[in-house]
């Protein structure tokens, strides 16, 4: 019973190094989103997708490409990665449902360090 | 557009004592509205939610929120707080719209001291 499942948990990199980040989950969500947690600003939404093939921008998409080619996977890729991306990374699903009330699965995060 | 507003960043009570954590909401329409626990070093987890019916909603752990819509909050509440109760917690805004993503307040980082 994985639930939702990131991989890596923690990665360090270097200014201008490239890296994907995985989310997978197991409870055929039709909804899957990427967040960043930063001290004092709560969660805040990179990118999401409301289904297989599809995404769309959040609030905070800048530097950050996404894509969904299978339903159970939800990858965020920087390609060029700056310090100002150094967070802890968040990845949800939630099922479609009856409205919005549907609440969102979340992962264990992925702590990225960009130096 | 939606936002939400968390007015107490760090909260230090004792065992046993009472708990309230604020949150408001700006948004026109329709909200769901959640609670999500953080404990430490571990994924969000939700503690409960409002979408219809009774404004005071129950959740896990002992914890219920009220839903006031003419003071557009929804302030969570536990009687009798434990050192268990330590974490982070933050409050999230859903409208009815299409995208469905939520909204996060900044957080409440909650110390209970044994």
């Known amino acids: 019973n994985a639930g939702v499942t990131q991989t890596p948990k923690f990665r360090v990199l270097k200014t201008g190094q490239s890296m994907t980040l995985l989310c997978a989950q197991d409870m055929n969500h039709e909804y899957m989103y990427w967040y960043r947690q930063d001290p004092g600003m709560g969660l805040r939404l990179i990118h999401y997708s409301v289904g297989e093939g599809t995404t769309a921008k959040g609030e905070v998409p800048d530097g950050y490409n996404v894509s969904r080619l299978k339903k159970q996977n939800f990858l965020l890729g920087l390609e060029s990665a700056a310090p100002s991306q150094t967070s802890v990374y968040f990845c949800?699903?939630?099922?479609?449902?009856?409205?919005?009330?549907?609440?969102?699965?979340f992962g264990d995060g992925t702590r990225l360090s960009i130096l | 557009a939606q936002s939400v507003s968390q007015h107490n960043h760090h909260v230090i009570l004792s065992e046993a004592a009472s708990l309230e954590l604020g949150c408001n909401y700006s948004y026109g329409g329709t909200v769901n509205l959640f609670w999500y626990v953080q404990y430490p070093g571990q994924h969000l987890q939700l503690l409960l939610k409002?979408?219809?019916?009774?404004?005071l909603v129950k959740g896990i752990k002992g914890f219920e929120a009220e839903f006031i819509k003419s003071k557009f909050s929804f302030n969570l509440r536990k009687p009798s707080v434990q050192w268990s109760d330590t974490a982070e917690y933050f409050c999230a805004v859903n409208g009815d719209t299409g995208r469905r993503a939520l909204t996060f307040g900044s957080g409440t980082r909650l110390q209970v001291q044994p």
């Open positions: 949800a699903s939630s099922y479609l449902g009856q409205g919005a009330s549907q609440p969102q699965h």
């Open positions: 409002y979408f219809s019916g009774d404004p």
